[in-house]
């Protein structure tokens, strides 16, 4: 291995073997079956990528991807079923917070237990312990058991040690956001020392704002399989696709709409997005909402947008008896249900007119993100006017989730988009 690579997986292949019954396990293990009485799961499947020193990696992938399967076999948490890793560079790995602690000692004495299993020696653990437990800031809770502790004050303590010893080569696996957000703030401000130091660092994170904004270059997983290594734009891109399971596609142009019958064969609009299975639905359904897409600057249809591009809210309905002036909407809620912007089509200025019994229209209303990087809920409606009487036709409460990804967040629900001058 050339001296100026930290980290090289080669040909990684891990397997599980998956019994249905535990009695086949035992068999197995005492060499009394003649044939496997097992399945083979492959949770990583030749995997070969490397980490250069001084680079910063982020590893992507859908739930069930491998992600931490390779980061454990990294760490040597895990042996891998075939292949190999080789390491130069002293490791912190971030996998599972607190996983070294021992319940019955104190916050002290499990900080010289995890940097003692990290490989450190007393005398360095003393040299950083003042930096750990200012970075902990759990005031005197460091000389109670951690079995008193909050899950907060538990992980802040597990962050403190693994982020404080100076290693040379840092393994995240999904903890940097942990505890409150003040205490969010200070581990992003020491991710960002380890990068301006020059450290070697490789993470995984679902988190794409965090993907872009540090890493320079990111790896995409998607079932066992290594899909892509590239700049992070592309392989987000190439996420956006896994997880409505289009990774073949070309784009949302490519996405035939089935005709009113549902005679053809090929998959709807709403097919490629992650849907929420229990959503609210109500209405006469006088007019029908058939059909509904996010789609991305690209062309992608899929449930994720980039922050600050143009993006189009699709819905497609279809009249079941003659309707005037149907009125088409959407609606963007936060994980709590409170509404935070949406339109539709009366308010933009639209008369819908006359649809007769089978008429379908696609309404489309195209815009820019200025919402902040997080996750949001989003509701359809299609309504109408008898004479004063409002009806609702169709309504889809919190049918579909969309991330917004960012790497510059501002206070509250939405950018201002503000630019700066000092004179």
Same mark, same amino acid.
């Given at each position: ?42 949770? @990583?499947?030749?995997? +070969?990528?490397? *980490?250069?020193?001084?680079?910063? =990696? ?5 739930? &069930? %991807? !491998? ?10 948490? @895990?042996?891998?079923? +075939?292949?190999? *890793?080789?390491?130069?560079?002293? =490791? ?5 917070? &607190? %996983? !070294? ?23 360095? =653990? ?298």
């Amino acid at each position: 291995m050339s001296n100026d690579i930290a980290i090289r997986v080669d040909d990684v292949t891990k397997i599980y073997k998956l019994y249905e019954r535990n009695r086949d396990r035992l068999r197995d293990s005492l060499g009394l079956t003649r044939k496997p009485r097992y399945k083979e799961h492959y949770a @990583l499947h030749n995997i +070969s990528f490397d *980490v250069h020193k001084g680079e910063c =990696i982020g590893i992507i992938g859908t739930n &069930g %991807a !491998g992600k931490s399967t390779i980061l454990k076999i990294i760490t040597g948490v @895990l042996a891998p079923s +075939s292949g190999k *890793v080789e390491i130069d560079g002293r =490791i912190s790995a971030l996998l599972e917070l &607190g %996983a !070294g602690f021992n319940m019955e000692y104190t916050g002290i004495e499990n900080v010289y237990l995890n940097g003692t299993m990290i490989g450190f020696t007393k005398e360095e =653990i003393d040299a950083k312990l003042d930096s750990i437990l200012e970075f902990a800031d759990i005031g005197d809770f460091v000389n109670q058991p951690v079995k008193t502790y909050s899950s907060g004050m538990f992980v802040r303590l597990a962050f403190a040690v693994a982020i404080n010893i100076d290693p040379e080569i840092l393994i995240v696996d999904e903890a940097l956001s942990v505890g409150d957000v003040f205490f969010q703030a200070k581990c992003f401000k020491k991710f960002e020392e380890f990068k301006e130091n020059g450290k070697t660092i490789l993470f995984v994170s679902h988190d794409l704002g965090s993907i872009r904004k540090y890493c320079d270059r990111a790896i995409l997983l998607d079932k066992g399989r290594m899909i892509g290594d590239d700049e992070p734009p592309k392989i987000i891109d190439l996420y956006k696709k896994a997880l409505v399971g289009q990774l073949d596609d070309e784009g949302s142009d490519n996405i035939p709409v089935k005709n009113a019958d549902n005679s053809a064969s090929e998959h709807t609009w709403k097919e490629s997005l992650v849907a929420n299975p229990s959503l609210e639905e109500y209405g006469d359904k006088e007019i029908e909402i058939i059909d509904y897409a996010i789609i991305d600057e690209s062309g992608n249809c899929g449930n994720t947008i980039s922050k600050g591009e143009l993006f189009e809210i699709k819905i497609k309905i279809r009249a079941n008896e003659m309707i005037q002036s149907p009125i088409v909407a959407f609606t963007i809620k936060d994980l709590k249900g409170t509404d935070i912007t949406g339109t539709n089509t009366t308010y933009e200025g639209i008369d819908m007119g006359v649809l007769n019994p089978g008429d379908e229209r696609t309404v489309t209303f195209r815009q820019q993100m200025n919402l902040q990087g997080r996750q949001y809920l989003v509701s359809f409606g299609c309504t109408r006017f008898n004479g004063n009487e409002f009806k609702v036709c169709h309504r889809l409460y919190d049918a579909i989730n969309i991330e917004v990804i960012s790497d510059k967040n501002t206070e509250g629900f939405y950018d201002m988009n503000s630019k700066v001058t000092i004179e």
